[in-house]
């Protein structure tokens, strides 16, 4: 299983950025897709997840009501769409899938994981 991320980019406080999330060598439309980040010094958070057919996600309080996850089965692709965003969003996100041991969108382990997608926030 590959995941590769892509549209990570430098923008500004209150900006917006859709990041995406190409899976292949699975069945993409079977597995829940999960998104986290890492910000200099900090360890991986995990920001947001979405079930194998889109029905339910979940996410960070940090980011809850200004990040979207969604997914399209058809082109094994997943979506972060972040709105308004902040300096303190600057971190290498990451996808992830496979999880292992999970409670709702939230696992123990994830077995397969993207390379990262710097996203970068300031004036």
Known sequence: VQL??????LVQP???LNLSCLT??????????YW???RPGKGREWVSGIKF????????????????ISRDNDKN??????????????????CATWGDNCSGLK???YDY??????VSISS
């Open 4 to 9: 590769v991320e892509s549209g990570g980019d």
């Open 77 to 94: 692709t997943a979506y972060l769409q972040m709105n308004s965003l902040k300096t303190e969003d600057s971190a290498v996100y990451f």
């Open 36 to 38: 986290f980040r890492q």
């Open 14 to 16: 209150g900006g917006s």
């Open 24 to 33: 292949s060598g699975s069945t993409f439309s079977s597995y829940a897709i």
């Open 107 to 109: 696992c123990k382990g």
């Open 113 to 118: 994981w993207g390379r990262g997608t710097q």
């Open 53 to 68: 057919d889109g029905a339910e996600a979940d996410y960070a309080d940090s980011v809850k009501g200004r990040f979207t």
